[in-house]
């Protein structure tokens, strides 16, 4: 699994419109083949930074969304931030939830 984050400042008079934009961006990414999820959060501590996270089954899935005529928009909108965007890849190996809280908690006992 490969998870993307892209945290965008945005300027306050463009915010509202920026995050129209980035929710209509999301769920046609969702759409595409490759792809678990796409969220849009706004930060409550920084309320100017939107952050744009979806999830990918694979590298290459992320590879062939990334050279889309669409990521290409996706790109524009990037640079309507007030500073550039911070860009994150995270190459999952392993994904683990609750099982883990679990077997810590007993190992303790």
């Not at 699994?1 to 990414?29: C, H, T, W």
């Not at 669409?70 to 965007?85: D, R, V």
Request: net charge negative; aromatic share 10%.
């Amino acid at each position: 699994m490969v998870i993307s984050i892209v945290d965008i400042n945005a300027a306050s008079e463009k915010r509202d419109e920026l995050r129209r934009a980035l929710l209509s961006f999301a769920g046609p990414a969702e759409a595409e083949q490759g792809c678990t999820s796409c969220h849009l959060y706004q930060d409550v501590s920084y309320p100017s930074v939107l952050r744009f996270e979806s999830r990918w089954k694979t590298e290459s899935d992320l590879f062939r969304h990334i050279r889309s005529d669409a990521y290409k928009k996706f790109l524009t909108l990037m640079e309507l931030g007030a500073e550039p965007p911070v860009i994150e890849f995270y190459t999952v190996s392993e994904l683990r939830g609750l099982d883990l809280i679990m077997a810590t908690r007993e190992q303790s006992d």
